[in-house]
């Protein structure tokens, strides 16, 4: 276990120089420049790319970008707030935090209430119950997420007046409702409806029937032999699911003005601060590899038949 | 075998599928009874209600499946009857089953220690994990496993075929049951096994003395094992006797076709197989007379017309053909 965890890590460092090298060229090739704003004259841009070193030949900018975050220099900002390193703005100023917080609480509102109804839409399969499910996993997975969001804000900030409209920093749980919501119901109803299918594989398998035919209660039956089986193909959408709501976490973030690392993302691509946006990518990068290696042991905790090393010949 | 008190009595049973094309009467009224330590083996082809009438004993029928009529009486009691909870209480106690497929019935996520002593817990909640881990391994000697301890914490994955059958018998026997239902417990292992674990159901029934169902279609396992054969035939008994009338004496057409149709070792190798022609009727509009009427040789104009009666030909020994009514038959009938 703990050779296979090295050598995943191992991977993972290349993963993420490889990531460094695309995004780097992707946001070489956006036309434009940090500095090109309307008054700013040729001569002020070349003076300016010399200082930042974006004069020099591409190759060498990005040699230097890997030698500094070898060194955990992830470079100062260029635009949006001039000088301050990116190491700060990230880490420092709670953008990170803030957006993790979000995330976490959403996936973990995606897991809790996805699995229980998936479980429940099969285990009544054909009934009203399922039916009421299937049409709002339906709705859920259909509605974008920045209608859903606004919304909630008209009805439960606006007209209700139950939750603020400005989550902010989200200082206290109240502030926390709407995003979270938000944030999570496509992910809790896409859940929900791969659980759905899952169990209903796994209720027909013959091993439900032995375990019926052993005596085994009905609530034992779903919860031990049928749910650990049907977890599988959920566990394998979390990893991506954890990519989604870092990333799509900008249009919640902007609806309920909370300053996370999402919104300042988009905001930093479209300035073209390039160190800012080096240092978001290799760092949701990072998680998101993270996250895909917790999800790949979790599988071996579920199933025993998958095996992590590859097999001795 | 207490021939007074019968530990299973079946009576005029019928399980009938109710699919979008109509009611499929799978099984169509049959009777039978099971003495203690015994062994009655089931045969017929696939579709024939074998295997839907072993489920319906045990509750395990899947929808649309429903018992339409008769009766099932275990020990005086009347399964029927039961409420899911007693249901619960009766299966993997009293009767348990093992099935087709070791390869998928069995849990892949569970040790086979766990699924074994599940099987003592869910009926017996007072038993220690020690006491109950501690039979789990008795049986898994029992059944002959080797390393039983060691085996305990290992996963199906880990097993053989054959093992996996061998643990399947163990976990359907830990709670001593009374009836054991096997529903074609060699048909997915290959030969050899298949001896081995006919060897093992005959020497455990013996010692336990558990009285078996035997459902199969291969009637080399009939005459290993059982005391006592009922042929099937679309949803119907068409014979039933000794397991030696069965294949010495047998009467009806049907059995005599099957056991044409079967190679034998015994005698000299070059005699042809002779195939049953013709294929099982369609259960959804079975014919009005015998249903293996328009399959028979000797097929004569009463039996497309009225379903055969059970004439008594043995001792023990009845069969449902009109042949054995041929010289009382109206004349015109019997051609």
């Known amino acids: ?22 995004t780097f060229l992707l946001m070489n090739a956006i036309p434009g420049s940090p500095f090109l704003t309307e008054k700013s004259t040729p001569e002020q841009i070349a003076l300016a790319e010399a200082k930042y070193g974006l004069d020099k030949p591409l190759y060498v900018q990005l040699w230097n970008y890997i030698k500094n975050y070898c060194v955990g220099d992830l470079g100062t900002s260029l635009k949006m ?3 301050t390193p990116v190491k700060d703005i990230i ?8 957006s993790i917080k979000l995330g976490a609480c959403a996936l973990v509102i995606a897991v809790l209430i996805g699995i229980p109804l998936g479980c429940i839409a099969a285990y009544y399969r054909g009934s009203w119950i399922d039916g009421l499910l299937r049409v709002l996993t339906t709705v859920g997975v259909a509605v974008p997420t920045f209608v859903l ?12 007046n139950w939750f603020p409209t400005l989550s902010g920093s989200l200082p206290d749980a109240k502030s926390y409702v709407l995003p979270v919501i938000s944030l999570s119901f496509y992910y809790t109803c896409y859940i929900a409806k791969l659980m759905r299918t899952s169990m209903l594989d796994a209720i027909h398998q013959d091993y439900i029937r032995t375990a019926k ?7 034992i039956l779903v919860l031990k032999h049928a749910l650990r089986n049907s977890l599988i193909p959920v566990i394998t959408y979390l990893g991506p699911v954890l990519a989604g709501i870092i990333t799509g976490s900008f249009v919640v973030e902007s609806t309920f003005s909370i300053p996370g690392l999402g919104k300042y993302f988009v905001q930093c691509v479209l300035s073209r601060d390039y160190p800012v946006i080096m240092a978001t990518t290799v760092v949701l990068s990072a998680l998101v590899i993270f996250m895909m290696l917790i999800v790949d042991i979790t599988y071996k905790l579920v199933d025993p038949r998958i095996t992590l090393t590859a097999k001795e010949e | 075998m207490e021939e007074n008190k019968p530990l299973l009595k079946v ?3 019928k399980v009938s599928f109710f699919t979008p094309a109509g009611e499929v009467k799978a099984v169509d009224g049959i009777s039978y009874t099971l003495g203690y330590n015994e062994v009655m083996g089931i045969v017929g082809e696939s579709g024939s209600g074998k295997s839907v009438e072993a489920y319906s004993i045990i509750g395990l029928l899947q929808d649309p499946g429903k018992v339409t009529g008769g009766s099932i009486e275990f020990e005086g009691e009347d399964v029927l009857a039961f409420t899911p909870a007693q249901m619960r209480q009766f299966r993997g106690n009293k009767v348990s089953m093992i099935f087709q497929n070791p390869m998928t019935c069995l849990n892949p996520v569970y040790t086979i220690g766990n699924q074994l002593t599940e099987a003592l817990t869910c009926h017996d909640s007072s038993i220690s994990k020690e006491e109950a881990k501690k039979r789990a391994i008795e049986m898994l000697e029992l059944v002959g ?18 093992m996996r059958q061998r643990a399947m018998i163990a976990m359907a026997l830990i709670c001593s049951p009374k009836l054991l239902i096997a529903d074609e417990p060699t048909t997915a292992l290959d030969v050899t096994i298949q001896a081995q674990i006919l060897e093992l159901m005959k020497s455990l029934q013996k010692k336990e003395n558990t009285s078996i169902i035997f459902i199969t279609h291969n009637l080399g396992v009939v005459a290993e094992i059982c005391d006592r054969v009922t042929v099937m035939y679309a ?22 076709g099957l056991l044409t149709s079967i190679p034998r070792l015994d005698e000299d190798g070059l005699e042809r197989l002779i195939p049953i022609e013709g294929t099982p009727i369609d259960l959804l509009d079975p014919p009005k007379g015998c249903s293996f009427g328009p399959r028979c040789s000797q097929c004569m104009k009463i039996c497309l017309r009225e379903k055969p009666p059970f004439a008594e030909v043995g001792e023990e020994h009845i069969s449902a053909c009109w042949l054995h009514f041929r010289d009382g038959l109206p004349k015109g009938d019997e051609v």
């Open chain 1, 1 to 22: 276990m703990v050779a296979y965890i090295l050598k995943r890590v191992a991977g993972s460092i290349a993963i993420l120089l490889l990531i460094m090298v695309v």
């Open chain 2, 235 to 256: 949803g119907r008994i068409v014979e039933q006797g000794k397991v030696n009338d069965i294949f010495y004496r047998p009467q009806h057409p049907y059995t005599k």
């Open chain 1, 213 to 219: 035919a052993k005596g085994v209660k009905t609530h």
């Open chain 2, 11 to 13: 009576q005029d049973l």
């Open chain 1, 91 to 98: 880490f420092h100023q709670g953008k990170f935090a803030l």
């Open chain 1, 81 to 83: 707030q001039e000088g």
């Open chain 1, 149 to 160: 969001a606004a919304l909630l804000l008209v009805v439960f900030s606006v007209n209700l």
């Open chain 2, 145 to 162: 496993i080797n390393n039983a301890e060691k085996r305990m914490n290992q996963y199906p994955h880990e097993f053989s075929g054959g």
